[in-house]
């Protein structure tokens, strides 16, 4: 396999758009968005060294060691079988061995990407935005909108700007419907604000293969300091199809605590961080190296997604969120 990149990342991604947040370690990552690379047509040879180095990756480092082994058997035979002969346009190579991998492990992280993701990536020194809508609406409810969960040093210094703004509601809004994903900390760091500060508390575990063994080791996120705590009112985190990943976290995590309540629409049921795997020719592989595992369920959402409390179409999710922070019924589009 030619030079090979294997980064920590939350995906948060679909097949037309894939956006990812890639790391070097727990402590550092950063956002970077796939290129459209020019295609450039596959030769034989190139479609057998990308097979052999999504088989390695998924022998050496898939967090299923199981599964990973069948899924490179697969891939193995389907090459011995001449199914890649006619292969010559990577986007299409790229969107068949997702789907190859995807049937077999039924992971949703499990992605073959066509186009480098660090082409046009930001030098480390440039501003980020930290995705936070912040406004307040009528009864005196805030509302935030957040897009990802961005690295803490950027992350927390608006997320304590945005509660500190909405400290005094009377009922707050916390809406992940576009949420796809990013820093498992910044997650935790945002529920510590509706966490009793006299407390700490255990939030998630994420389950990391050591490569090439079947030994795992165990990385724990904990509730922590914050500015303000917003404690004793009542808290809606908005769900829909599009909430993924770190943002199923969110709201995985602050419903088994019972500090929320989850309004909307099923979520996607992606659980598992993955490693990113450079193959040569503008193709990347993302194999899930790690996965979440909650301290109280002993699970995680993976496969399943995050079932509302309330459910609401996706048109109604704010609305009817809306409708019970003033205490009234929920509206007749919630389901």
């Given at each position: 396999?030619?030079?090979?990149?294997s980064l920590f990342?939350f995906?948060?991604?679909c097949f037309?758009?894939?956006?990812?947040?890639?790391a070097v370690?727990?402590a550092?990552?950063?956002?970077?968005v796939?290129d459209?690379?020019?295609?450039?047509?596959?030769?034989?040879?190139?479609v057998?060294?990308?097979?052999?180095?999504?088989?390695a990756?998924?022998l050496?480092g898939?967090v299923?060691?199981?599964?990973g082994?069948?899924?490179?058997d697969?891939l193995?035979?389907?090459?011995?079988?001449?199914?890649?002969a006619?292969?010559?346009?990577?986007v299409?190579f790229?969107?068949?061995?997702t789907?190859?991998?995807?049937a077999?492990?039924?992971?949703?992280?499990?992605?073959v990407?066509f186009?480098s993701?660090?082409?046009?990536?930001s030098p480390?020194?440039?501003?980020?935005d930290?995705g936070f809508?912040?406004?307040?609406?009528?009864?005196?409810i805030g509302y935030?909108?957040?897009?990802?969960?961005v690295p803490?040093e950027?992350?927390?210094?608006?997320?304590d700007?945005?509660?500190r703004?909405?400290s005094?509601?009377?009922?707050?809004i916390i809406d992940?419907r576009?949420?796809?994903?990013g820093?498992p900390a910044s997650?935790a760091?945002?529920i510590?604000?509706?966490?009793?500060p006299?407390?700490?508390v255990h939030?998630?575990?994420?389950?990391w293969?050591?490569?090439?063994?079947?030994?795992?080791?165990?990385e724990s996120?904990?509730s922590?300091p914050?500015p303000v705590?917003?404690?004793g009112?009542p808290?809606?985190?908005l769900?829909?199809?599009k909430t993924?990943?770190?943002?199923?976290?969110?709201?995985?995590?602050?419903?088994v605590?019972?500090?929320?309540t989850?309004?909307?629409?099923?979520t996607r049921?992606?659980?598992?961080p993955?490693g990113?795997?450079?193959?040569?020719?503008d193709?990347?592989?993302?194999i899930?190296?790690?996965?979440?595992e909650?301290?109280i369920?002993?699970?995680?959402w993976?496969?399943?997604?995050?079932r509302p409390?309330?459910?609401?179409?996706l048109?109604?999710?704010?609305e009817t969120?809306?409708?019970?922070a003033?205490?009234?019924?929920?509206?007749?589009?919630?389901?």
């Amino acid at each position: 396999m030619s030079h090979r990149r294997s980064l920590f990342i939350f995906i948060a991604a679909c097949f037309a758009t894939i956006s990812a947040l890639v790391a070097v370690s727990s402590a550092a990552r950063t956002e970077v968005v796939p290129d459209t690379a020019q295609s450039v047509p596959l030769d034989q040879t190139t479609v057998r060294q990308v097979i052999g180095g999504i088989t390695a990756e998924l022998l050496e480092g898939y967090v299923f060691p199981d599964k990973g082994a069948q899924a490179a058997d697969a891939l193995e035979k389907a090459l011995r079988a001449n199914a890649y002969a006619g292969v010559t346009d990577p986007v299409q190579f790229a969107l068949q061995l997702t789907e190859q991998l995807q049937a077999i492990t039924k992971d949703s992280h499990m992605k073959v990407i066509f186009g480098s993701p660090f082409r046009h990536q930001s030098p480390p020194s440039a501003p980020q935005d930290a995705g936070f809508e912040v406004k307040r609406l009528d009864g005196n409810i805030g509302y935030i909108h957040l897009a990802r969960f961005v690295p803490p040093e950027v992350f927390n210094p608006a997320a304590d700007d945005a509660m500190r703004h909405l400290s005094d509601t009377a009922s707050l809004i916390i809406d992940m419907r576009d949420n796809g994903g990013g820093h498992p900390a910044s997650v935790a760091y945002l529920i510590s604000f509706f966490l009793d500060p006299g407390k700490r508390v255990h939030i998630n575990d994420l389950i990391w293969r050591n490569r090439g063994t079947s030994t795992f080791r165990t990385e724990s996120f904990w509730s922590s300091p914050t500015p303000v705590r917003y404690l004793g009112k009542p808290v809606y985190v908005l769900v829909g199809p599009k909430t993924y990943s770190a943002g199923e976290e969110f709201a995985y995590d602050l419903q088994v605590l019972k500090r929320v309540t989850v309004v909307g629409e099923n979520t996607r049921g992606g659980a598992n961080p993955g490693g990113l795997n450079e193959l040569g020719s503008d193709l990347f592989v993302v194999i899930p190296i790690g996965r979440a595992e909650n301290p109280i369920t002993h699970g995680n959402w993976g496969g399943v997604g995050v079932r509302p409390d309330v459910q609401a179409t996706l048109g109604a999710t704010q609305e009817t969120a809306v409708a019970l922070a003033k205490g009234q019924p929920a509206t007749q589009s919630a389901r």
